[in-house]
């Protein structure tokens, strides 16, 4: 574990540098990636294919917020197929492990 205070040199001056965390979001279930978008959101992909987007606010400074504005379920939802091309039923797991959001603010696009 990482001390909470550091001291930083920089061109042979120092300076006291601290950390702290704070839980801003809440609610995910296995979260495996996230991303700000263009449209200042922040889009976080859970393991199981669900997409939460939350609009993040700095009510004082040094302190974070953030409230669930929408949940993307498009890829949770897409059915599996096997490797001949054949819709298969029977597997209903998704696994999501990267997210990249471009696009403009106001059209922002997943992959």
Excluded at 41 to 69: C, F, H, M
Excluded at 72 to 91: E, H, Q, R, V
Aim: proline share 6%.
């Amino acid at each position: 574990m990482l001390p909470a205070a550091r001291l930083l040199s920089v061109a042979g001056s120092e300076m006291a540098v601290s950390f702290a965390t704070q839980a801003v979001v809440s609610g995910l279930s296995n979260p495996t990636t996230l991303q700000f978008g263009p449209d200042g959101r922040l889009y976080v992909a859970q393991q199981d294919g669900l997409i939460k987007v939350y609009n993040v606010t700095q009510p004082v400074p040094g302190q974070w917020s953030a409230v669930e504005a929408e949940t993307l379920s498009l890829i949770k939802n897409l059915p599996n197929y096997n490797d001949n091309g054949l819709l298969n039923t029977a597997i209903t797991d998704r696994q999501v492990t990267g997210l990249l959001v471009t696009g403009t603010a106001a059209n922002p696009v997943i992959y």
